[in-house]
């Protein structure tokens, strides 16, 4: 990206080296609009996962698995806008990398690293609701909390090793010019990248979702005539689920189609904003993931108006009861029962 100053002098972003990449020329207006919304963005961002995170660490019931993969899901989410945002925001503010080679290095690893995480954990929960909605009964054996605690550090791990390998396999390429960070990744890491990090998880994500909401709409339908109830189950169901795939892919694939038309032609500014739908998603995955979910509302009021730090405030959650469906046969019973704690009820 080239700017230059009103009276046509380039400048650069260090003068003193020859090397030197070309600095923006920023109106001071835009420079301040710029930095508020960005700043604005990455508070919003560490705030409601940070609210996810004290939530599922304070509550002693809800230390679950269920809740676990959503603690380990916030901690990377509210990374993203701890580090990720304010530094890309720097970035494309100033047009220019100051903070030298290596930080670059280790900035591109802790970011592959956060959205590898964030999206192996997307996997997790979906794995997650599969086994509790379709295997209500064998769920307490199949998903437990030393399990999950197991699976959730294996990915961070794999994931940290995976980001290293990408990152330091192109660590000889020089840069166009000096005040640069960018990655230019060889064509086979593109499509190893593209299966491991897009195609494999959004069709594991959106097939496990598609069985989840038809066993659900079967057992709502068994609920239903048996208790007699309005069917507003259903469309809550399809509704959560929807926007949960929806909501992925809409982050998600701008990310690999601008990874698959590097070579082409494409505007800074629609580059800049495919990039950030990609970080934004670390805003949204607490909306999804925990607002459906009531213990989660109840929790945020504990916390905003501190009684949290009353003695015993620790037990004084709820959790969806089952004592309302004595007439259901256990199979319904437990799939209403991890329905509605997998937001998919009323």
């Not at 990720?84 to 100033?94: F, G, H, K, Q, S």
């Not at 701008?254 to 970080?279: G, R, S």
Request: with cysteine; proline share 3%; net charge positive.
């Amino acid at each position: 990206m080239a700017y230059e100053t009103e009276d046509h002098e380039t400048q650069y972003c260090f003068p003193t080296i020859n090397s030197s990449c070309i600095k923006g020329k920023r109106s001071t207006h835009e420079y301040n609009i710029m930095y508020v919304f960005f700043s604005l963005l990455s508070a919003w961002t560490v705030f409601l996962n940070l609210l996810v995170i004290i939530s599922i660490s304070h509550f002693k019931k809800l230390h679950t698995p269920t809740n676990l993969i959503i603690l380990s899901l916030a901690v990377a989410d509210l990374l993203v806008g701890l580090i990720v945002m304010p530094v890309e925001a720097t970035r494309l503010i100033e047009t220019c990398w100051y903070f030298g080679d290596t930080s670059c290095r280790l900035f591109l690893i802790i970011m592959g690293l956060l959205f590898s995480a964030s999206l192996s954990n997307l996997v997790v929960i979906a794995v997650d609701r599969y086994v509790a909605v379709c295997h209500p009964l064998q769920y307490p054996q199949k998903i437990t909390t030393t399990k999950t605690l197991f699976i959730v550090c294996l990915f961070w791990v794999c994931s940290s090793a995976y980001n290293i390998a990408i990152v330091m396999s192109v660590s000889h390429k020089k840069y166009a010019c000096y005040g640069e960070c960018t990655i230019v990744i060889t064509f086979d890491w593109s499509v190893t990248d593209l299966f491991l990090s897009f195609l494999f998880p959004c069709t594991l994500i959106i097939t496990l979702y598609l069985r989840i909401f038809y066993v659900a709409h079967q057992q709502v339908k068994v609920i239903n005539s048996l208790m007699k109830v309005k069917r507003k189950s259903e469309s809550k169901a399809a509704l959560t689920l929807g926007i949960i795939v929806a909501i992925h892919l809409v982050c998600w694939i701008p990310y690999y189609i601008l990874t698959l038309a590097e070579n082409t032609a494409i505007p800074p500014t629609v580059l800049y904003c495919l990039i950030w739908v990609l970080y934004i998603n670390s805003s949204l995955n607490p909306l999804i993931y925990a607002f459906f979910y009531p213990w989660f509302r109840k929790s945020v009021k504990h916390i905003l108006t501190l009684r949290i730090f009353q003695q015993a405030s620790s037990r004084s959650t709820h959790h969806v009861s089952r004592k309302n469906a004595p007439h259901m046969s256990t199979i319904s019973c437990m799939c209403l029962y991890h329905c509605c704690q997998h937001g998919l009820c009323f």
